[in-house]
Nanobody
Framework: QVQLVESGGGLVQAGGSLRLSCAAS????????VGWFRQAPGKEREFVAA????????YYVDSVKGRFTISRDNAKNTLYLQMSSLKPEDTAVYYC??????????????????????WGPGAQVTVSS
């Protein structure tokens, strides 16, 4: 079992930056693909970013490309999401997740929430205009 806990959320003005962290315990994250998802009020959970086990391959939803960066420190068993140039439409609860696979052959597989077995409780990010 892997337990995940997000931190670093909060309130920020449009154009600002935040870094989310996701600390893992129970087992090492180093062999798992990982991802970030978000859910805005009244909307379905959506994929934001993902990384294979080593961080050598990363994937992003189009709306955050060039603004968000996913990274991982396997030595610290921690996953990060650096968010810059934030917009009000980025307001959501952000969830980190870990897959049971180390990588997937197709990028689309990283975007599917059913491929992730472990989830954190979420962190609120609010971007004011």
């Amino acid at each position: 079992q892997v337990q995940l806990v997000e931190s670093g959320g909060g309130l920020v003005q449009a154009g600002g930056s935040l870094r989310l962290s996701c600390a893992a315990s129970g087992r090492t994250l180093s062999t798992y693909a990982v991802g970030w998802f978000r859910q805005a009020p009244g909307k379905e959970r959506e994929f934001v970013a993902a990384s294979n086990w080593s961080g050598s391959s990363t994937y992003y939803v189009d709306s955050v490309k060039g603004r968000f960066t996913i990274s991982r420190d396997n030595a610290k068993n921690t996953l990060y999401l650096q968010m810059s140039s934030l917009k009000p439409e980025d307001t959501a609860v952000y969830y980190c997740a870990a897959s049971l696979a180390s990588s997937y052959s197709g990028s689309n597989q990283y975007t599917q929430s059913y491929n992730y077995a472990y989830w954190g409780p979420g962190a609120q990010v609010t971007v004011s205009s």
